[in-house]
């Protein structure tokens, strides 16, 4: 008996009127994220822009310009490590306004220089 009732609700769930509605809310609520771009050396980090007006998603899009391998972190979360001469993106949503250090994980790097603080206002 469940099984019917389930398929009529995924069937009520295609008519016109729910076809509709899929197609008009889900982007409704998804915000686009701001970008963010970040070169990395030894042992520098430069972002294009340290601030964000207001909380939100932060698209990072890390290259590592260096000639050893690098990665990026911040806002509780770290890039895959990348081989020089190559890219990766980092997204991290800020639910909240405050300072948030960014560095790089290698040891003894973020020491060298690679880091630095981004602010969400």
């Not at 469940?2 to 009529?8: C, L, N, Q, S, Y």
């Not at 939100?56 to 890390?62: D, S």
């Not at 050893?68 to 979360?77: E, L, Q, R």
Request: aromatic share 6%.
């Amino acid at each position: 008996m469940k099984k019917v009732i389930v398929a009529a609700a995924s069937i009520a769930a295609l008519t016109p009127a729910g076809l509709a509605s899929a197609r008009t809310h889900p982007t409704a609520h998804a915000a686009a994220a701001t970008k963010v771009s970040v070169t990395g050396k030894e042992f520098s980090l430069h972002l294009s822009r340290t601030s964000i007006s207001k909380p939100g998603t932060v698209a990072f899009t890390f290259r590592n310009v260096g000639t050893m391998a690098h990665d990026f972190s911040i806002g509780g979360k770290t890039s895959k490590m990348i081989s020089p001469h190559k890219t990766t993106t980092l997204t991290v949503t800020f639910h909240e306004k405050g300072r948030f250090t960014y560095l790089c994980t290698v040891p003894g790097h973020a020491q060298a220089g690679m880091k630095g603080v981004f602010t969400v206002r």
